[in-house]
């Protein structure tokens, strides 16, 4: 083994011994870094894959299930044309912790270009954001907090693509493993879709690579990524990390989809494919063998940004800005010409180009030549299908110690506690933060980030109907319940893509989770499937992509809460119907749809009481799925002026959100007016557990003359409760006493300005 | 026959979709040409420069891109008195290639949309922004109203003017403030203002009044679906907000 540890690599002595019997010879070098990638959790999911099994993948919107580099649901026709939403979700967790700048922009980077490669124009980003404490005494968890949004910001502005949906939650479980997960949208006719296999009749065409000259950034990325991270190792890991180059990016995305239009032309099948992990490498040994193909490689005819590197580190290295293409070769000349010529890509960054590297072959073998010498030649299967560990786990302990079932007492006054809720940080403005985003270019955007829960655009030019993003995962439930924090997850992402009148078809996930040889931590994975699984069936909303990031433990062994992340595709025939949260006029009337109990664990209010309560509110499948479809027959029937789902810091912080857009210069102040909480919940719960509790659902708001129609849709649905009025004064009113919402506004809008000013 | 706009792409240039899009929607006859196809520029009618980072930006917004081969043909094309219009990073550009505000003696940058102000960040907003000149002192705006408040979206890092004291004394003599931030109920003041702008300047037009540069992107907010808030009885697709003033360009054009 002293030759696997002094070249840094993360196979394990028995992997190692099975790749001696599989090849009946000591492997060589490049072959030792190639299982290496190739085998890693990373690439392989091997201790992962079997679990994932679990969720439910299929159904009437799924076009492309996860098999490929994204997934792709059924949007709409328009004009006699079938479009596919392409939606990937990844995380670039490791990289960000250490150089946070380049860490969280190689994420941007990364995921658009698993979206490019299915033929599809990228229309959106997202990013789910976890850090760790930024109180005093973490400045090193603030620095990473500040540079990764500066990262994302830097990347996807400069390509061009708007950011419409996100989150962030500051949490000192994550001091040492912040989360950076990046979500991407595009856009393709089902038609023209462009798989990552090389297609039927492969057999002798050409492999080309395109983009950035090949360097030495990013070397052992893969595995580096499949490790825990300790803090002595800091210097090296910041080499596995690699350096973005937007601008290049920005060209290579313009160039491929001029390629797109040439195939489409000729009517041209093609195999195309993202370098992710394991480089030059994985990418070509999948794009093959996917197709049943094998693959001859020659590094040489790799573009190189210097010379003399060694070939491990062009053949599995991770320089960014890279994809390949499986094309006929008559087909060659034209792909190296719009890449080389047309857009000139030599002349954008050094060396880069698109350029012949290869062949497919029909013999199922993978080979890299280099210097004449063939330094790997192994079954391809063996290399990319085989790997699989079951790795014992635990069912994770759920806290039931006996609580306190009485009404909560807090000993506060309420304008306390809505002070501290407001402020707290999970709830105050992410203005300052997605200010630095840009959410409007292409020009395509129906709600930019912060107008609603979920972004919305209106991706096909000519038509009305429109697509919406959300993103959701709450650490606080993570902490307490893998399992309930994977059902919430969903039912949460769900519900804001209900929220702005569209109706959810599909999901994404990335989950984030400590280490797998952990039987607790894998056994938190595995319960958080169970709840993912079970909230997506009930939905009726498949997982249509999605990654795994495990080893998120510092070397103390400290891991970070289960942490299942979830985005929500929703749909949406004409955005004309599409439902933003600011209120719109005074003289309103305010529903709540929903249901709320006695359940404030992992609460925002639970939390600034500095409280423990276990138990989290409970998802009722029937009764959500019943309030979705009146908010989303409401919305079709513009009834709806405006309508915010709640989740942190319940009902009177999605009054507030509502309301603070009415205080911007040149706007009507417009305020909320709430009855006396028993009169609409009955005594079913607490007064708190109905201001400040998060089970879900709605605030909806209904102009007097549309109040019939509304009650009349509303007629068999289970929750839905009149709770007041919007009225012209600046204020908060509930429980027979006003607050200035000005005031409110204040305290909710700072606390992040200061951190990203 | 109507006259023909060019949408340059320069490398680095990413909102050339939108702007051809509502250009052709105002009635424009706009194509977009690429840096690989410069030589084609000279036959067009007119220039538009769409926002994005052209050259990454390296040195500073517009810098290098000021100095392409495509801008050979736009810097001939303004001096023969061809409408020229720059969006953001298209404003950057017109800005050091010393074509907006023209305040000099020769062609030479006299003024800079540059880091913006208090914090140099790139923000991204939600503006309004209020004509400051007679209408029909550029061709350009001739089609909008007296003080017409357009909506559009800043989103720039550096889109704050800067100049000395004396050039900026000219700017605003020379009445080369063509819109200035403002708020929704067509207000002035400080907190209109996203940037620090000199001026509380969102846009300049040189001398002729033919070329015309504006920070923040009209076309963002250029159709009824980009505002379903507001949106009143134009239909979901229809052209809307930011593109009176692109409407006012291309009636310039084919004028």
Known sequence: MAEVDSLGLALRPDELRKIEEALGRKPSVVELHAFDAQWSEHCSYKSSRHHLKKLPTTGERVVLGPAEDSGILHLGEHRGERYGIVIAHESHNHPSQVVPFEGAATGIGGIVRDVLCMGAEVIAVADPLRFGSIEDGHAHQRYVAQTAVDGISAYGNAIGVPNIAGDVYFDERFDDNCLVNVVAMGIVKESEIIHSYAPKGADGWDMILVGKATDPSGFGGASFSSLTLDAQDEESNKGAVQVPDPFLKNVLMRASYAVFGYLREHNITAGFKDLGAGGIMGCSAEITSAGGYGADIDLDQVNVALEGLAPEVIAVGETQERLIWVVPPDVTPHVLRIYNDEFTLPQIAYNARATVIGKVTAQPRYKLRHRAETVMDVDIEFLTGTIRDELPYEEPQVATSVVDEAPLVTGLQDDELLERVLAHRDVCSREPLYRRYDTVVRGATVIPRGAADAGMLAPVFGSAMGVALSVAGNPRYGRLNARAAGEHAVYEAVRKVVATGAAPIGLTDCLNFGNPRNPAHLGEFVAAIDGLAKAASAFQAPFVSGNVSLYNEAASGKAIPASPIVACVGAIGDVSHAVTSRLKHAGSVLYFVGSPQSALGGSVLIDVLGRHDPRLPRVDYELARAQHALVLEAAQASVLRSARSIGNGGLVVALCEMAFPSLAHGMKPIGVQIDDSWQWTHGAVGRLEALFGEAGGFVVEIAPEDIEAFEGLADDTEGVHEIGVTVEQPVLSFDSEAYDLRRLHHLWSTPLAEVYP | ?255
């Open chain 2, 1 to 255: 026959m109507s006259k023909r706009i060019a949408v340059l792409v320069f490398p680095g240039t990413n909102s050339e979709e939108e702007t051809l899009r509502l250009l052709r929607d105002c009635g424009g006859d706009a194509h977009l040409v690429h840096w690989s196809r410069a030589k084609l520029l000279p036959q067009f009618d007119a220039y538009v420069l769409p926002g994005g980072f052209a050259y990454e930006d390296r040195i500073r917004a517009g810098a290098i891109a000021a100095h392409d081969e495509m801008m050979d043909a736009v810097i001939d094309g303004a001096q023969a008195g061809k409408l020229v219009l720059g969006v953001c990073n298209g404003a950057q550009i017109l800005l050091e290639a010393g074509l907006v505000p023209g305040t000099g003696t020769v062609r030479r940058p006299t003024a800079a949309f540059t880091r913006n102000g208090p914090v140099p960040h790139f923000i991204c907003r939600h503006v309004w922004v209020k004509l400051a000149i007679e209408p029909k002192r550029s061709p350009i705006t001739a089609g909008l109203k007296d003080g017409e408040l357009i909506p559009a979206w800043a989103a720039h890092g550096e889109g704050r003017l800067a100049a000395d004291e004396a050039h900026l004394a000219q700017i605003e003599r020379g009445g080369h403030v063509a819109f200035v931030y403002a708020h929704r109920d067509g207000s002035v003041d400080a907190s209109a203002i996203p940037n620090q702008s000199a001026l509380g300047a969102a846009a300049l037009v040189n001398a002729q009044g033919n070329v015309l540069a504006i920070m923040p992107h009209p076309e963002r907010d250029g159709w009824a679906f980009n505002h379903p808030d507001r949106r009143g009885r134009a239909g979901i697709l229809e052209p809307s907000g930011g593109a009176l003033f692109f409407r006012s360009f291309v009636m310039g054009v084919n004028r």
